[in-house]
C-alpha cells in the first residue's frame, strides 16, 4: 500500500524547472519539485480591503498573481468552527478560487478551535466530552467531509504534532491515543480521496526522527517539517542532512511544509513580531529583500535536491489592520508583499517562473 502511495505521490507532483545548481547536500537523482505558500488569512485580509499589487505596483488579485508567478500549491488551515475563520463556509469558497486559478489545495488540519503548534493542542470544545469510539468518529468523518468539500489535493492529519493532538486525550504519551487520533484522520481523507496525498506534520528536526518512528506503521505519504531559524536552528546543513536520512530511513518523502524569512527588521503595525532581531535569523541571509530571497532560494535547493516542495508560511500577513492596530499581524515583515503591498522578489523563487 505504502509503496504505491509513494508512485502515486511522484506523479502528482507538478513539473517545474530544473533545481537550482547550489544544493545544500549532495543531490540524488533530481525528482520534479514545487513551491506554494500558506495564504490562509486572505479572507480576513482582504475584509478590511487591502490592496495587493504586482512588482510594478499594479493592483492584483493575489491568487492570480501567484499562480501566475508559477507557484502550484495553496495551504489553507481548517479550524473546527461552524463559521468565520478556518470555517467549511469559509474554506468552500476559497477552495474553489485557487482551483479556478489552477493551483492545488493542502489543507491542514488542526482539530481545535484555534491555532494548534507543539505548546497548543486544545480539543475542540464540540468534541471535549465524547468517548473514545465517538472522538475518533468525528474526527474521521469531519476530516472526510472538508476534504470532499474542498477537493483538497494534499492534507496535513494535524499541525505540529509534535507532543500530540486534541488534548488531553491525544497526549504522544505510548498510550496509543495520539496514533489511533492520526489513523482515524487518514482514513477521512481517504474516504473522501483515495489518492490525496497524505502529510504528518513535526515542527523542527530536532528528535524528528524518534518521532517518525513512533507511526511509521500508519499509512500516510509524506513527512512534513516546520523550518523556523528561530525556534529550529540556524545550520541550513543540519537541516538538510535530516531531510535526507528522514527519507532514507522512512522511505518516505520529506516536504517542508512552513518556513519563512524576514525582507525588514522593522514593523508596519503596533503588533509585535514574531522576529525583529538579527539573532532570530541566520547571518548570511540579512533581513532584506534579497536576503529573504536568497534564504527562500536555498530551502528551494534542498526541496529540489529532495523532489518535494516548500511551503512558506504566512505570506498574506501584511500589516492590513492599519499602522496603529495592536491586534494585527505579527509577520508583516515577512510576508510575500511589502508595507505597501508591493510583491517581493522571494516570489519569483517560490514559483516556477522568474
Known amino acids: 500500500m505504502l509503496g504505491l502511495r509513494k508512485l502515486i505521490l511522484i506523479t502528482l507532483i507538478p513539473t517545474v524547472f530544473a533545481a537550482c545548481?547550489?544544493?545544500?547536500?549532495?543531490?540524488?537523482?533530481?525528482?520534479?519539485?514545487?513551491?506554494?505558500?500558506?495564504?490562509?488569512?486572505?479572507?480576513?485580509?482582504e475584509a478590511e480591503a487591502w490592496i495587493f499589487r504586482d512588482s510594478d505596483s499594479n493592483e492584483v488579485d493575489p491568487i492570480l498573481y501567484l499562480a501566475e508567478?508559477?507557484?502550484?500549491?495553496?495551504?489553507?488551515k481548517v479550524w473546527n468552527n461552524s463559521s468565520g475563520d478556518g470555517?467549511?463556509?469559509?474554506?468552500?469558497?476559497?477552495?474553489?478560487?485557487?482551483?479556478?486559478?489552477?493551483?492545488?489545495?493542502?489543507?491542514?488540519?488542526?482539530?481545535?478551535?484555534?491555532?494548534?503548534?507543539?505548546?497548543?493542542?486544545?480539543?475542540?470544545?464540540?468534541?471535549?466530552?465524547?468517548?473514545?469510539?465517538a472522538l475518533l468518529d468525528s474526527v474521521r468523518s469531519f476530516t472526510q467531509k472538508v476534504v470532499l468539500a474542498t477537493d483538497a489535493d494534499y492534507v496535513q492529519i494535524g499541525n505540529e504534532v509534535n507532543h500530540g493532538m486534541m488534548k488531553p486525550f491525544g497526549v504522544r504519551d505510548g498510550s496509543g491515543n495520539f496514533q489511533n487520533l492520526l489513523k482515524a484522520g487518514?482514513?477521512?481523507?481517504?474516504?473522501?480521496?483515495?489518492?490525496?496525498?497524505?502529510?504528518?506534520?513535526?515542527?523542527?528536526?530536532?528528535?524528528?526522527?524518534i518521532f517518525y518512528s513512533t507511526i511509521d506503521s500508519l499509512d500516510f505519504d509524506a513527512i512534513g517539517l516546520s523550518y523556523y531559524p528561530k525556534w529550529h536552528g540556524k545550520n541550513l546543513g543540519d537541516l538538510s542532512n535530516s531531510?535526507?536520512?528522514?527519507?532514507?530511513?522512512f522511505d518516505r518523502p520529506v516536504y517542508i511544509v512552513e518556513s519563512s524569512y524576514p525582507f525588514t527588521l522593522d514593523w508596519a503595525d503596533w503588533t509585535n513580531n514574531h522576529v525583529g532581531s538579527t539573532d532570530q535569523i541566520?547571518?548570511?541571509?540579512?533581513?532584506?529583500?534579497?536576503?529573504?530571497?536568497?534564504?527562500?532560494?536555498?530551502?528551494?535547493?534542498?526541496?529540489?535536491?529532495?523532489?518535494?516542495?516548500?511551503?512558506?508560511?504566512?505570506?498574506?500577513?501584511?500589516?492590513?489592520?492599519?499602522?496603529?492596530?495592536?491586534?494585527?499581524?505579527?509577520?508583516?515583515?515577512?510576508?510575500?508583499?511589502?508595507?505597501?503591498?508591493?510583491?517581493?522578489?522571494?516570489?519569483?523563487?517560490?514559483?516556477?517562473?522568474?
Request: with cysteine; charged share 20%; aromatic share 10%.
Open 87 to 133: 470555517s467549511l463556509s469559509e474554506l468552500v469558497p476559497y477552495a474553489q478560487r485557487i482551483h479556478d486559478a489552477g493551483m492545488r489545495v493542502m489543507l491542514t488540519f488542526h482539530y481545535s478551535n484555534t491555532w494548534a503548534d507543539p505548546g497548543a493542542q486544545t480539543i475542540p470544545v464540540q468534541w471535549a466530552n465524547l468517548d473514545e469510539a
Open 282 to 354: 541566520i547571518g548570511e541571509f540579512p533581513p532584506s529583500r534579497d536576503g529573504q530571497k536568497a534564504f527562500i532560494e536555498e530551502l528551494r535547493n534542498l526541496t529540489d535536491s529532495l523532489g518535494t516542495g516548500l511551503v512558506y508560511w504566512g505570506g498574506e500577513l501584511v500589516a492590513y489592520k492599519g499602522t496603529q492596530a495592536q491586534d494585527g499581524s505579527p509577520y508583516e515583515n515577512q510576508a510575500l508583499f511589502s508595507f505597501n503591498g508591493v510583491a517581493l522578489p522571494a516570489i519569483s523563487v517560490l514559483g516556477s517562473n522568474d
Open 21 to 45: 545548481e547550489k544544493a545544500l547536500a549532495p543531490a540524488p537523482e533530481k525528482r520534479p519539485s514545487w513551491g506554494g505558500t500558506d495564504f490562509s488569512q486572505l479572507p480576513k485580509v
Open 69 to 76: 508567478k508559477g507557484l502550484h500549491v495553496i495551504r489553507l
Open 186 to 209: 487518514l482514513e477521512g481523507a481517504r474516504q473522501a480521496n483515495d489518492s490525496i496525498i497524505t502529510f504528518i506534520h513535526y515542527a523542527g528536526i530536532e528528535n524528528a526522527e
Open 243 to 249: 531531510c535526507f536520512d528522514l527519507t532514507t530511513k
